[in-house]
DNA sequence: AATGAATGAGACTTCATTCAT
DNA sequence: GATGAATGAAGTCTCATTCAT
């Protein structure tokens, strides 16, 4: 049912995932994919080109889905927990794939490392968008929104390295937690209007 | 005055921090620090006890800052803005080595790698338990101390990613941000004992 | 009007030529015949053997010329100047062939080799007779027959390497200077009816 | 007494003019010079490299010869015939060498090539000058200079192909036959002045 | 203290070839 | 006819490491 290419995608995944990029060998991936290692030269460029492949399937589910949200609503505090739900949802359903964007991006050589890099910015942006937004319109108070995105990203990201789908926290109780942290270290204040339930209401006026 | 030994350190940090510990050879090791690649050899053992050295000294570092500030007061924010403070400072301080620290684990063998994350266990549980304490002395609101935990290191350790000590944050304003962040993420509203002053509304109606 | 099958050996002709037999992959040569790999096996057995046909069909057409010249006349000035004039006639015009054919012997493993040198000595022998004949009979001047016919071939035989048909100089000059070049090296002086009688000044005294 | 790095170029000159370039692998390169193919780099960079230093160190040493030939007088017969003779010993004395200069050009990357093509040219500059020099005298008589310079090299280059040094035939016969080929070839008729003898009598005025 | 020499193992990648479809 | 898939062997080159000097 699944096609080779995609094996050979899975396997990738795995590895890179676990002993990384440079810490994977062309035979160990092709004896993870149950292919010999000339095989795996037909469902694939070099290595670089596997993880490209990888790193830009990922990053660019991440971007569409984040432009999704960034078109749906004005309202700051909503549009930035529908990302942090979003984010920590898909970094929590597909920890491999976003541990490898995050901690191989070093392992390119500068041409590929631009591409994707690009990539992630754009995806990047959308938050900076949402927090800026939040500040300008009062929901969000912080001294710097550029710190505040990139605080709320890594720790975001972090889920993808302990998550365990197995465990006793459900998917929607991991958003709702990481939306609440994220708001408060916004500084929004504890307020049914702008907490989960808020959604309900999407008039009410912004708080503090 | 800096020793041979310490050049070595000191190449294998860069390297390791910029490449990554598959990343990097013994040869451009060598050559960093200005050696034959024979010579390496009498100021190490392999290269993977280079990199142990490189991750104990850093822990333990850590781990000897924690543990001071941890039986320096009972006040759990106090505690926690300090723990904050001091891991945001020496990771702008110290960005190799604690990017090496944060991402080569996977590079260890099993034995060197338990060793390594005996001391990271240990310093996390330093920020567990003041997180814990904040939550029972009711400081602090969080649905899981051990997510909030796993939050905040991970925020706060991204600063490694990004500060630029020549850039115009200072370190100390950087570490009353972060402390900010972290004190807000954890529920704790405006305190003037606790969180810079200027930030806050001190007016405000505050929840919990 | 060109076949798949001849389309092969132009392609095969083209890359042997340019980049030797070892220099070049089944794969290019593939993509040169615009086919796939697996397809050019219907066209042709080993990578050998298709070098071999190629060879042998060069080669065979040289001997078939150079017979049916051998056979021609007894006078072995008007014998020689023909040989150098087909010799370098078809150098010139299948400069691909005839490269492969002097270049890729080496190439050839031991059996198929001999067959390939087998024919080449056939050709070669052709040579040492006009060249036995006319010192025989008093024509040719020279000390060594057969380093004569190592020269003479290896000078006419370059033509492959430097000749542009698009260039000034027509095939029946190209033949004709030659072909002076040879009966002077071999010790011929001008005689109106074997050499242009332009270049030469008949009232030289003319040695032996 | 003969030391590794010579070694080294004495296999590779011996494999690679016996197989060509492509044609000799890395691993038994090694193990014609004794070496594991790990030690062999060591004593080269890349293959390639390997090749360009035999190339050169070929082409130099002949540069330098002709050019102190070219230098040593203005007779254009006796420059050719020493130019001859030169260069027919040494391609009797190196035949590896100049065989693979001779027939290795087209494994190089365009590089490469540039660089050692450009000696080529220097050397054959030497032999057009002559037959430039010779035509412009009076002492040769050649419908074209740069069909004769041809010529003149690739029969002169072929004694690599043959030349038995434990043959009857010596050195200085060697040369002596092919410098006058050569000049019969250039259209200087045979006299004692001009053929081996010519050399006693510098002061010989030119003959024709 | 320092290093040139050496190497087995393994890196990534391509080779020529076969075969089922 | 034609080809995608497959592979063992081999390609070039680098790996981390040792050792005699």
Known sequence: MT?????VHAAAL???AERGFHGTGIRQLAEHAGLSSATLYHYMGTKEDLLVT???TSLER?????EEIA???DDAPTRLADL???HVTSHAQRPLETRVVDDEV????PSRRQEVVALRDRYEALWQQVIDDGVGSGHFAVTSASIARRALLEMCSGVARWYDPAGRMGLGELAEEYSALALRLLGVVGDPA???ARRVAPDTPGPV
């Open 3 to 7: 096609s080779t290419g995609e094996r």
């Open 14 to 16: 795995e590895l890179f």
């Open 54 to 56: 990888l790193m830009r």
């Open 62 to 66: 991440l971007v569409r889905a984040g």
């Open 71 to 73: 078109g749906s609503t």
């Open 84 to 86: 942090v739900g979003m």
């Open 106 to 109: 070093h392992a390119l050589s």
């Open 194 to 196: 702008t907490t989960p």
